[in-house]
């Protein structure tokens, strides 16, 4: 059974009540359509609801929930709570009012009070307007430094990583991570990998220089990340820095890094920045046609996901997938 089909499956086993914030979006609508059908999720959309009726005509949207949150008997409560959390910001009443009339921040409240049990949103918002709700909101988890992403990747007749399953990050959230924020994004995805994945995590920490071949600050960079990640997780297998080809093709591990628990067999790929790891996935997803799953948080209080723009009604269908299953860990 592929790895998604697993998701959905174990997903099934306990609906979970999923927001999506982009109600009257076409390829969300169809999404709906299945999931409900599937009985993957409960899903609720938000909205007005002519708007998002008029935008499903020919669908079948009719076991989804809809919430305009402008008629919401709960509106009040959730501007009180923003004002509440944010009033040391410099907010006023007004401006939680505003906040909370977006669905972005209506349905991060919904999460954050319990009335929901994840979000899924991102088919027409860029990620910003996704993660600073969300950032304000739902906060980290406990303990977490930074929150980021990592895209599962399935990459089709592939011999590498874990039979073609990677797992990819942080593709979507953290521009310029510092060295101990990239040691957090690599454990993260070591626990997506296992968790989430079912795989037992391989994690490299990319670069364009392995073990010194390259002199830089940046090279520098990702090798204190490596310590750090290594003292911090010293049960994952992680060694770095390594370049691509070193990471995943065994001959080239054996070469370029001899001796490493990591080289030639990685399947957690850890990118140095955001430009790397954003550019990465999409090379890998659009030329190697390879399933994107994702981008899938971590480290954040509670299940919420994006998705990117380009995606399909498959892709939106996973990530409620995805984010059910999170919702029940
Ligand atoms: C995610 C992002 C919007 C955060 O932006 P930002 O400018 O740091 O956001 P703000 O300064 O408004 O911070 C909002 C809050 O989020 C917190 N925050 C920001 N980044 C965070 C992170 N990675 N993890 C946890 N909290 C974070 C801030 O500490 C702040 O908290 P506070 O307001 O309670 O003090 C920004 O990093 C971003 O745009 N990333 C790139 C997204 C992108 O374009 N991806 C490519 C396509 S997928
Ligand atoms: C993850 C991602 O790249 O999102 P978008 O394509 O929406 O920018």
């Known amino acids: 059974m592929s790895i998604l089909n697993k998701i959905k499956e174990n997903a099934k086993k306990n609906k979970k009540k999923i927001v999506l914030p982009e109600g009257s979006e076409p390829r969300t609508l169809r999404a709906v359509e299945i999931v409900t059908k599937e009985g993957i999720a409960d899903l609720v959309l938000l909205g007005n609801e002519n708007e998002i009726k008029n935008a499903a005509k020919g669908i079948d949207i009719s076991k989804a929930e809809i919430i305009d949150p402008l008629k919401s008997d709960k509106f009040d409560l959730y501007v009180n709570k923003f004002y509440e959390m944010r009033k040391n910001k410099g907010i006023t009443i007004e401006d939680a009012k505003k906040a909370i009339a977006d669905t972005m921040y209506y349905g991060c409240m919904m999460v954050k009070l319990g009335d929901a049990d994840g979000m899924v949103s991102g088919a027409i918002h860029p990620t910003a307007d996704l993660f600073r709700p969300a950032f304000q909101i739902v906060k980290t988890a406990p303990g977490v430094k ?184």
Do not use: W
């Open 146 to 329: 930074v929150v980021s992403s990592a895209f599962i990747m399935e990459v089709p007749d592939c011999p590498y990583g874990s039979d073609g399953v990677f797992v990819f990050a942080d593709c979507a959230v953290n521009p310029l991570p510092d060295e101990e924020e990239l040691a957090a994004i690599a454990i993260a995805s070591a626990k997506t990998a296992k968790v989430l994945v079912g795989i037992e995590p391989r994690v490299a920490m990319l670069s364009f220089s392995t073990k010194g071949s390259g002199k830089h600050e940046l090279v520098d960079k990702v090798r204190n990340a490596t310590e750090i990640a290594k003292k911090l997780a010293p049960d994952i297998l992680i060694d770095g820095e390594m370049q691509l080809d070193a990471a995943i093709i065994k001959e080239v591990g054996e070469l370029k890094a001899p001796g490493s628990p990591v080289a030639g067999k990685a399947n957690v790929l850890i990118f140095p920045d955001l430009q790397s790891g954003n550019i990465g996935y999409k090379l890998v997803q659009r030329l190697a046609k390879a399933n994107a799953i994702g981008p899938v948080s971590q480290g954040i209080g509670a299940p919420i996901n994006d998705l990117s723009r380009g995606c399909s009604v498959d892709d939106i269908v996973n990530v409620i997938a995805i984010t059910a299953l999170q919702a029940m860990q």
